[in-house]
């Protein structure tokens, strides 16, 4: 069974410093997704990986795949408090059926 | 917006009863998923529908079911509802390439 894992589950971090997210997958996946969900509303898309090796930017966040490892990174640089939110990362079973699962998600707060 | 749309957006109702949820894809969008997401257990994928036809089943209990019409919208059927039934449950649509998928601002559904 498709397993998905995030780390940190809670993250508390001042505006102007650097973290990464993690996200662990246990079964081959050439696709991977990440979304933001602020409290109470829905997930937006913020990035899609489809290849290994993919690294993809949006202002401070970066976003990076490693099929063989089986992770994706998502890097938070200078974080600001707009950045709070809870970020999922998902992953794609591509054999067979198009079947997602969602990582547990991380919790972001960025404070002042 | 992500051009998903889902109503009604808040349902209260009674343990016992049952209810539909409705969902309208992006356009041009065949792909339907139906997700759950309660503050102990996630986001728990439920099922997903391609161009009317049942594509993939996650953890959808059998109190619940779902459809996708020929105009491709989609409806998720709750039964025999339980307090633990309440959640917020969202509809997402992905484009056939990328398979990235734009969520609905999700129903909230409260059971009492």
């Known amino acids: 069974e498709l397993k998905v894992e995030q780390n940190p589950l809670f993250l508390s971090m001042q505006e102007g410093k650097n973290y990464t997210i993690y996200c662990n997958y246990s079964?081959?996946?050439?696709?991977l997704y990440w979304y933001r969900q602020d409290p109470g509303k829905s997930l937006e898309s913020l990035f899609v990986?489809?290849?290994?090796?993919a690294v993809k930017q949006e202002g401070r966040l970066m976003a990076s795949l490693d099929t063989k490892a089986r992770l994706s990174t998502l890097h938070i640089t200078a974080a600001v408090h707009d950045l709070s939110a809870t970020y999922f990362c998902?992953?794609?079973?591509?054999?067979?059926?198009?079947?997602?699962?969602f990582g547990t998600g991380t919790r972001l707060k960025v404070l002042a | 917006d992500s051009g998903v749309t889902q109503t009604p957006k808040h349902l209260i109702t009674a343990t016992g009863q049952r209810v539909t949820l409705r969902c309208s894809p992006r356009s041009g969008d065949l792909s339907v998923y139906w997700y759950q997401q309660s503050l102990d257990q996630g986001l728990q994928f439920l099922i997903q529908y391609y161009n009317g036809e049942e594509r993939a089943k996650g953890n959808i209990l059998e109190r619940f079911s779902a459809q996708q019409f020929p105009d491709l919208h989609s409806e998720l059927n709750l039964s025999s509802l339980e307090l633990g039934d309440s959640a917020l449950y969202f509809c997402?649509?992905?484009?056939?390439?990328?398979?990235?998928?734009?969520f609905g601002p999700g129903t909230r559904l409260t059971v009492l």
């Open positions: 990986l489809l290849s290994n090796g």
């Open positions: 998902a992953v794609v079973l591509t054999s067979g059926t198009y079947k997602y699962i």
């Open positions: 079964t081959t996946s050439d696709r």
């Open positions: 997402a649509s992905s484009d056939q390439t990328r398979n990235e998928q734009f």
